[in-house]
């Protein structure tokens, strides 16, 4: 029986133009384990998790999440996916609860269940004491709790996250860390996420992917990838990559 992984990237390209954004991707993520996606700002890992979800058409290669094809079966993968883009603005007038609901609704769930999972988010990012104000008067540390939540509301089996600590401050981040690590080892979700906070990739992530301009320079095991290249810490391993990369 063929092992299914929970996201698989084969040669996956995109050009803008002239412009190629994403090169020639190739990499996997394994069910249930959060995956750690690196590289600097424009190297290309927005659009490769917006191609993912079929958000961003792919100029050629392939891309599977949950054994379904992106392109053929988009609405299938949308619906098994939860995703926190790196700059999400969230509608001022509304409330905090007003928005939880209707992302809820645009998955078609019953009215009771975004309710209760609703009011169970707002609790789980201790937003309840401010769930009834605008959104146009949160921090942008709260702003960042109600994207997370918005991303968990559907229950998905994929989570995709863009720069998810972006905004928060130590605690946050803390708190961020262990519900990944929760949601992986007691639900497993499959989570891959990006940072720029290397120590977070660290914390979490046994597997990486990391590009640079364009292009996959490293896949692996993390402590391995250490190994081979002479590392200690997850910073030391992206800089001997991008090093070796512009020798």
């Known amino acids: 029986m063929t092992k299914t992984h929970a996201i698989e990237l084969s040669g996956l390209t995109k050009r803008f133009g002239g412009v190629t954004a994403v090169d020639d991707v190739t990499f996997f993520v394994e069910p249930g384990e959060v995956f750690g996606f690196m590289g600097h ?6 659009t490769t998790l917006r191609m993912l979800l079929g958000l961003t058409p792919l100029t050629s290669g392939s891309a599977r999440v949950l054994g379904r094809e992106v392109g053929q079966e988009t609405l299938e993968v949308r619906r ?40 169970a988010l707002l609790r789980r990012f201790d937003l309840v004491r401010d769930a009834d104000r605008a959104l146009r008067g949160f921090s942008t540390g709260m702003a960042q709790k109600v994207g997370l939540a918005q991303a ?9 996250l863009d720069e998810p600590t972006s905004g928060l401050d130590p605690l946050g981040r803390h708190e961020l860390l262990e519900l990944l690590r929760e949601l992986a080892r007691d639900r497993g979700v499959t989570v891959l996420f990006s940072s720029h906070i290397l120590s977070d990739v660290e914390a979490l992530c046994r597997h990486v ?6 292009r996959l320079v490293a896949f692996g095991d993390v402590e391995e990838l250490k190994d081979r290249h002479g590392a200690r810490t997850m910073d030391d391993l992206y800089l001997a990559l991008v090093r070796k990369e512009a020798a």
């Open 152 to 160: 968990l509301i559907n229950e998905p089996r994929v989570l995709l």
């Open 41 to 46: 700002n424009g190297a290309g890992k927005t």
């Open 80 to 119: 098994t996916a939860g995703y926190l883009p790196a700059h999400y603005t969230l509608p001022p007038d509304m409330t905090a609860r007003q928005f939880l609901q209707y992302v809820g609704a645009m998955f078609a769930l019953p009215r009771d269940v975004i309710t209760e999972r609703a009011e």
């Open 209 to 214: 992917a990391v590009l640079h301009r364009a």
